[in-house]
């Protein structure tokens, strides 16, 4: 029988609930019904990091804590973690925790809204123990935005609290909360579910077709807070210990659908360091601890940053349901916007990813008008196989050029055996993406705009391949560690 | 002046923010039966309202009313100003966004829920969107305005140089973290208090009396901290404010209303968008003889702060240069979407990029560096009346910029930078370094008063009042340190109270940098009140005369003796003296005749200067800001980290509206960014590594202020052109001595606009 309750720690209490509304978010649970309002709301999409808050989970006997935004991450989903709000860290004197006091001394908070939201972003960082850079700090700040300071001085205060010693946080206590058990809080018409096993998973949803899987909720939880949808039956995957595999087995790297961006940032960047880089500017680190690679494929955007990279690269998914699995093409499950190769009762299990061979060249170019945390307005993936400088294959996939991501066949057609240091021959090629693609004009960029970047990003990845250096602004490595072309 | 102490003194509620106990309204312990309140608007730009169906409103689960126009029995208006903009929408829509109903129930999300059931029918209008269309169709808000001096046709024609040009500047979305929001509580019969998160809590005062038809006595507005606002709150949170309030006064119950983030972005007005019109006359040095020049404001469907807006554009279309002859038309043109209003700057941005931009145009055409163009048309002797005919006297602008020309490296940086873009293909490297001058002072001269009030305990505890309101800028911080420093006592005595016009009525909105100097000086006022009383019975008790008296280090002393604060205040009360009192200020000297385009409108000048450098794409776009370093004049600092967190939180928001902010607009008038998923403030990758900030090392403000310090808070923005001139540089690197066509902001498609330019006039 499935458990009725979710546990968890807050502060020094252990905290169990049994009333866990489907789609009640931790931010509500913390300000509407704890009357905690040290975490604020700042755009209840995620975007802003305002609502910050740390999770920890025991990870090798010691506790390891991730950022998350409460706005969107579901109560439910706390089961068996640590919740740290901005209420905990001052101890019960009111003596400040030294990451309170960096940013008190280096003037870090004006009008003092974002500040709980980064304190607990810096509580992360100085927890991971570790004596960030520059680029580290961006990776672990990137997420929370303040419109008073111009960052400066909180940049100071990281440096100065990531010098200072780590506060150890007790790991005892987990041994209260339980582990793998399957959860179902609420009745058949209305529920919050959180399986623990594949199979458990797949009876539920083929009960429950109309219920909604929920990963990361980093997608989801913007159709609870904005667009007011009603979402009866969740099914939380969070807890679903096989669909967070990672292995490489023979010539391919193999993910379950459940691992986190940030679990799998190492692994994609071991593959090609433009993977790593792309990951690292999806989201923010928030949104990278919680949200899923199956995720980013499985709903089906024509903007997800993961998918022409993988098509590039030419993974396969497997769909699994109560009935058996199959697998397929990446490129075969989108079939146009909104509509992808899924049966009611099937759920994405596990992404399996090509890995180089020595006589591939792969690139990965994503273009948004900020930086970090943006999405993209263009995204590609380019693998090109290449023997005595000739293309002997050609995988080129784009994101915001269709309604899906896609492969440009033409311009892969006119591509095969030419020299990768024919300059002209390319800028031929490139010319069929006009007919691959008939892009959209909307807010992130134009239908010109993308075209014709689409065309110069081809031919940017033909000059790095052919030995051009400085072709790039920045070339963030995995750690967000932009280092300047030479 | 400050003592030292005083100066270091961090923000009031730092220890509040980090522990998250500084409370904003939404924090507030909502008292039994609190009702929560959330508009009803269209998407419609224009039409009229055929039929309103809120019978599914009504009927949905814990509502408990529904607001119309038809509730309000005072006026329908929350305008600062004109008259022109409802509460509620009557029968017709002027943009996407305007509210017709408000929902009133028992939880927010049940309000939010039953809002969408409505059924609106509007039979629509054609909308007039861009000011393109205005301009077509001679829409406007206000009447247009000019600044004219000399023969500027032919001193154009008879330059040896000219050039005829146009720049785009986009809008910008306040983005405040705390979305706008209010808490209106029923009092004693009619009498109420409203707890809003304004600039200008008197405004909203006088807002509700006016809509319940009642006198402005029985409404108390109060605001203990605000989480940002940027303008944003100055005139824009009265109508949240008034919809809490009308919900409050026909249900007898608190009631709040909070604005979802999408919603605060669609209902509410931005910076004005401008387009920029100019021919300019120039010599063989790059000097400018004659500028003429005409801006195009899209001020939306009403008239707001547009007024002073454009005005400020055209006080600031000069920066820091000296134009012979001149004539600036400024034009406010009427659109169909949201009403634009006061942002950090109030104009003042948008006009100084286009003196920015011409200084960089006409360095392109001659081959010279912007920085020796900038230069040579900086004011200086014999060069000194701005194009509004008041002189400058306080002009630092030179030794500014040769100052941060030195330290910055500046000429070494542009000759590498010179040799980089030679060396490279795909990658192209710029530098600019740019000027501020922003003139201080409300341009409407009667907002420039501000009042306070002391009250000094028995214990030498102090409170202070005024009527100020905190945004994060530090003016309570700033103010408290004044306080303490008038009575020579520890700040940590000096409680700092919540604004409220029941304390300090009749305000000011804290706007126009200029809430230091007109709250900082009206305290000072307060406090020499009580001191004069004090010393009159000091000197009774030390035998010695009130001349001799002085406050210092919590004690009152005279060459004859001395005794503590704390003492004397008891004795005070013992003896019967008040040790309460109001003090006021009003700025001296300022007169503006509009109609005649004469006087001095601003007490002084605010200065600075910056020098950024970036790396394009040539291929894509996209930019990286490498380098930027400030020097900034505040003439002598209150509080040098509360400056310079002003400085580089001005820059970083100015960086973001010229680079990555970009509000896009339909064909039917709807705004498609309202979210940051989809608007774009800069974030802390996107602050370089080399990021310098000093003050200038000042003699203090010529203008005799609080302790000769100076404004703040909008001129560091302006700094932000430098990133601005800097992306322009990079891109006319492209091809020699031709001018490229950026506009605002420098988005990656922007830039490749501009490169895709340059390539096809060489082409």
Redesign the interface.
């Known amino acids: 029988m499935p458990k009725k309750s979710i546990k968890f720690f807050h502060g020094t209490e252990l905290v169990e609930l049994s009333n866990v509304g489907p789609s009640e978010t931790i931010l509500d649970y913390l300000r509407l019904r704890m009357?905690l309002?040290?975490?604020?709301?700042?755009?209840?999409?995620g975007?802003?990091g305002?609502c910050t808050v740390a999770i920890g989970q025991l990870h090798e006997g010691k506790v390891a804590y991730q950022p998350v935004n409460s706005c969107i991450q579901l109560l439910g989903s706390l089961d068996g973690k640590e919740l740290v709000?901005?209420?905990d860290?001052?101890s019960p004197s009111g003596k400040?925790h030294p990451?309170?006091?960096a940013?008190?001394?280096n003037?870090?908070?004006?009008?003092?809204?974002?500040?709980?939201g980064f304190?607990m972003s810096l509580f992360v960082l100085q927890q991971e123990g570790t004596n960030p850079d520059?680029n580290e700090?961006?990776n672990a700040?990137?997420g929370?935005?303040?419109?008073?300071?111009?960052?400066?001085?909180?940049?100071d205060a990281a440096k100065q609290v990531c010098n200072e010693p780590v506060i150890e946080r007790p790991a005892a206590l987990f041994a209260l909360l339980e582990k793998n058990q399957d959860t179902f809080i609420g009745d058949e018409t209305s529920f919050f579910a959180s399986p623990s096993t594949q199979s458990a998973l797949a009876t539920l949803y083929h009960e429950h077709q109309d219920a909604t899987l929920v990963a990361g909720a980093t997608d989801v939880g913007l159709w609870i807070t904005?667009q007011?949808r009603p979402l009866p039956k969740v099914i939380y995957l969070g807890a679903v210990k096989s669909l967070k595999n990672i292995a490489i087995e023979i010539a391919d790297l193999v993910m379950g659908a459940g691992v986190t961006y940030a679990q799998a940032l190492p692994h994609l960047d071991a593959l090609h360091p433009d993977l790593g880089q792309v990951v690292r500017r999806i989201g923010s680190k928030q949104v990278r601890a919680v949200g899923t690679i199956g995720g980013n494929i499985a709903n089906g955007s024509p903007i997800g940053d993961m998918p022409p990279m993988l098509i590039a690269l030419s993974s396969q998914i497997e769909l699994r349901s109560i009935e058996g699995k199959r697998s397929i093409a990446l490129e075969d499950f989108y079939i146009e916007y909104g509509k992808q190769d899924l049966k009611p009762n099937e759920y994405l299990a596990q992404i399996r990813i090509s890995l180089l061979q020595a006589n591939q060249q792969f690139r990965a170019?994503k273009?948004?008008?900020?930086?970090?945390?943006?999405?993209s307005?263009i995204m590609a993936g380019f693998c090109f196989t290449i023997e005595n400088d000739a293309i002997m294959n050609a995988r080129c996939a784009f994101g915001g050029m269709a309604g899906t991501p896609m492969l440009a066949h033409k311009t892969q057609a006119a591509l095969m055996g030419l020299s990768i240091k024919d300059e002209t021959a390319w800028q031929q090629a490139a010319q069929l993406l006009a007919q691959d693609f008939t892009p959209m004009d909307?807010?992130?960029?134009?239908a010109q705009?993308r075209l014709?970047?689409a065309k110069?990003?081809l031919?940017?990845a033909r000059?790095e391949i052919a030995g051009?250096t400085?072709?790039?602004?920045?070339q963030a490595d995995s750690k967000?560690a932009?280092t300047h072309?030479q | 002046m400050l003592n030292e102490s005083a100066k270091h003194k961090?923000?009031d509620?730092?220890?509040?923010?980090?522990?998250?106990?500084?409370?904003?309204i939404?924090?507030m312990?909502e008292p039994h039966g609190t009702l929560h309140v959330v508009p009803g608007y269209t998407n419609v730009a224009a039409g009229k309202i055929a039929h309103l169906d809120l019978e599914a409103v009504r009927t949905a689960p814990d509502v408990v009313t529904v607001l119309t126009y038809a509730d309000i029995v005072g006026m329908n208006d929350c305008s600062p100003a004109m008259g022109d903009d409802l509460i509620l929408a009557i029968d017709e829509v002027f943009f996407s966004g305007q509210v017709i109903f408000a929902v009133v129930a028992k939880t927010r999300?049940a309000a939010?829920?039953a809002a969408?059931l409505v059924g609106i029918e509007i039979a629509t209008m054609s909308p007039v969107l861009t000011i393109a269309d205005a301009k077509k169709k001679s829409k406007t808000v206000l009447p247009p305005y000019q600044f004219k001096r000399g023969d500027v046709e032919s001193e154009i024609a008879n330059s040896p140089h000219n050039l005829n040009s146009e720049i785009v500047v986009g809008g910008q979305e306040?983005?405040?973290?705390?979305?706008q929001i209010a808490f209106a509580v029923p009092l004693e019969g009619t009498s109420m208090k409203v707890y809003s998160s304004t600039q200008h809590p008197s405004e909203v005062q006088h807002c509700i009396a006016r809509m319940l038809d009642l006198p402005q006595a029985d409404i108390i507005c109060e605001v203990r901290?605000?989480?940002?606002?940027?303008g944003g709150k100055e005139s824009q949170a009265t109508q949240w404010a008034a919809l809490a309030a009308l919900a409050a006064a026909k249900t007898g119950k608190p009631c709040k209303l909070r604005l979802?983030?999408?919603d605060d972005m669609i209902l509410t007005g931005k910076r004005h968008d401008f387009e920029i019109e100019y021919q300019a006359g120039f010599n063989d040095q790059g000097q400018l003889t004659s500028v003429k020049s005409d801006l195009y404001a899209r001020c939306g469907c009403s008239a707001d702060l547009s007024l002073g807006v454009n005005d400020r554009a055209m006080f600031h279309a000069d920066n820091a240069y000296f134009y012979p002859s001149l004539e600036i038309n400024s034009y406010r043109m009427k659109t169909n979407t949201v009403s634009n209003t006061a942002f950090r700057g109030f104009g003042g941005p948008q006009g100084t990029v286009f003196a920015e931009r011409m200084m960089d145009e006409i360095a392109c055409k001659l081959g010279k560096d912007p920085l020796d163009v900038r230069l040579t048309n900086l004011y200086g002797p014999d060069r000194d009346i701005t194009p509004y005919g008041m002189q400058v006297v306080d002009n630092i602008a030179p030794q500014i910029m040769r100052e941060l020309e030195t330290s910055c490296d500046y000429r070494k940086r542009r000759t590498a930078i010179t040799k980089f873009n030679a060396e490279?293909?795909?990658?192209k490297k710029g530098i600019a370094l740019t000027p501020v001058k922003f003139g201080i002072s409300f341009t409407l001269i009667h907002l420039n008063q501000a009042g306070a009030l002391v009250h000094v305990y028995t214990d030498g505890s102090v409170q202070i009042n005024h009527g100020g309101t905190e945004?994060?800028?530090?003016l309570y911080t700033k103010v408290a340190s004044i306080v303490a420093n008038e009575f020579g006592i520890d700040i940590d005595v000096v409680k700092i109270t919540a604004t409220t016009t029941d304390k300090v009525p009749n305000t000011a909105p804290t706007a126009a940098s200029a809430g230091t100097d007109l709250n900082g000086m009206a305290a000072k006022n307060a406090c020499e009140t009580i001191k004069k009383r004090l010393a009159v019975l000091a000197a009774e008790q030390l035998n010695c005369s009130a001349g001799d008296i002085r406050f210092s280090q919590n004690k009152v002393t005279c060459p004859k003796g001395e005794m503590n604060f704390a003492d004397l205040t008891k004795k005070a009360f013992l003896q019967r003296v008040s040790l309460s009192a109001t003090g006021f200020y009003a700025t001296p000297k300022i007169t503006w005749d509009r109609e005649n385009v004469e006087g001095t409108p601003f007490f002084y000048f605010a200065y600075g200067a910056s020098c950024s450098e970036v790396?394009?794409?040539t291929?894509?776009?996209?930019?990286?800001v490498e380098q930027v370093d400030i020097l900034h004049d505040v003439g002598t600092s209150l509080n040098p980290?509360?400056d310079?967190?002003q400085i580089?939180?001005?820059?970083?928001?100015g960086m973001g509206w010229l680079t990555?902010e970009?509000l896009?607009f339909d064909d039917r008038g709807q705004l498609?960014?309202h979210?940051?998923?989809?608007y774009?403030?800069?974030?802390?990758?996107?602050?370089p590594?080399n990021?310098t900030?000093k003050l200038w090392e000042s003699d203090g403000n010529k203008a005799d202020t609080i302790y000769r310090s100076k404004a703040v808070g909008e001129p560091p923005v302006m700094l932000a052109l430098s990133v601005f001139s800097a992306i322009f540089d990079a891109v006319a690197s492209v091809a020699p001595n031709i001018v490229p066509k950026l506009h605002a902001p420098a988005?990656?498609?922007s830039i490749?606009k501009a490169v895709?330019s340059m390539k096809s006039a060489t082409a």
Not at chain 1, 367 to 375: M, N, Y
Not at chain 2, 174 to 179: Q, R, V
């Open positions: 009357h309002t040290g975490t604020k709301e700042g755009c209840g999409e975007d802003c305002a709000t901005v209420e860290l001052a400040l990451v309170q006091s940013m008190v001394e003037h870090g908070s004006q009008c003092g809204f974002c500040t709980p304190i520059r700090i961006n700040l990137a929370n935005l303040c419109r008073c300071t111009g960052y400066r001085p909180i940049i904005k007011l170019y273009i948004s008008k900020r930086f970090d945390q943006d999405i307005a909307d807010m992130r960029a134009s705009y014709n970047t110069a990003l031919l940017k000059a051009e400085n072709t790039r602004i920045l967000g932009p072309a | 961090t923000h509620s730092a220890v509040h923010h980090v522990k998250g106990d500084a409370p904003y939404d924090d312990p999300d939010r829920k969408k306040h983005f405040y973290l705390e979305g901290r605000m989480g940002g606002a940027f979802d983030r999408d490279n293909k795909y990658l945004m994060g800028q530090g790396t394009i794409d291929l894509t776009g996209e930019m990286k980290a509360i310079i967190g580089e939180g001005g820059f970083v928001q990555t970009e896009v498609r960014t979210a940051p998923s989809t774009k403030i800069p974030t802390v990758s996107d602050i590594e990021f900030t988005t990656p498609e490749m895709a």
